[in-house]
């Protein structure tokens, strides 16, 4: 019984402390989950900056007019797109730190309201998301048939579209893996 109380319900070590962690944290999880609040808080308030600087390399070097079209547009739109993106980045490594912490422990990783609750919040985010890139279609489709007006073709447009969603997925995708590795560091031993 002891035994059972001293692993807790996850698997994880007894801390002491009023909230075990997976894996166990020696000492107290409140430096531990406070790094985990600043770095999920960082990636939704450098989400539009980064954005920003999408924009801005897709049109550093010679661009054509379908770089040109897609950099100005991620710079305008960085605002509104970046921090539904860093909040989808913040959910997605700490996805992937829960699946690689409970991984690696021999307890059933995650009970039915755990995956629940990480269902919901997976889809929260992916739809606030959705929710800005319509958004900000809506607000540029009068100068995209300005644009279809004077012309432009069509492929134009689509290409530009690809161009966003490729140097958007280029930046955030290492910047979820890096922050999902960071924050599992202090739980490894």
């Keep these: 019984m002891a035994a059972g109380l001293a692993l807790g319900m996850h698997g994880a070590r007894d801390t002491g402390g009023a909230l075990p962690l997976p894996g166990g944290v020696p000492g107290s999880p409140a430096p531990v989950l406070a790094g985990w609040a600043l770095l999920a808080l960082g990636l939704v308030v450098t989400g539009p900056g980064l954005t920003h600087l999408c924009g801005r390399l897709l049109q ?12 100005r547009t991620l710079m305008a739109e960085a605002r509104r797109l970046g921090r539904p993106l860093g909040v989808l980045c913040a959910v997605l490594a700490a996805g ?3 699946s690689s912490l409970y991984a690696a422990t021999d307890a059933r990783p995650f009970g039915p309201l755990s995956g629940l609750g990480a269902t919901v919040v997976l889809a929260c985010s992916v739809a606030a998301v959705l929710v800005a890139a319509v958004e900000t279609r809506q607000l540029r489709a009068g100068t995209t048939s300005a644009l279809l007006r004077i012309g432009a073709p069509a492929g134009l447009l689509r290409s530009a579209a690809l161009l966003r969603a490729g140097a958007l997925l280029a930046a955030f995708a290492p910047l979820t893996w890096l922050a999902a590795t960071l924050t599992a560091l202090p739980l490894r031993g």
């Design 60 to 71: 550093a070097y010679r661009p054509g007019a379908a770089r040109l079209l897609a950099g």
């Design 96 to 98: 992937l730190t829960a």
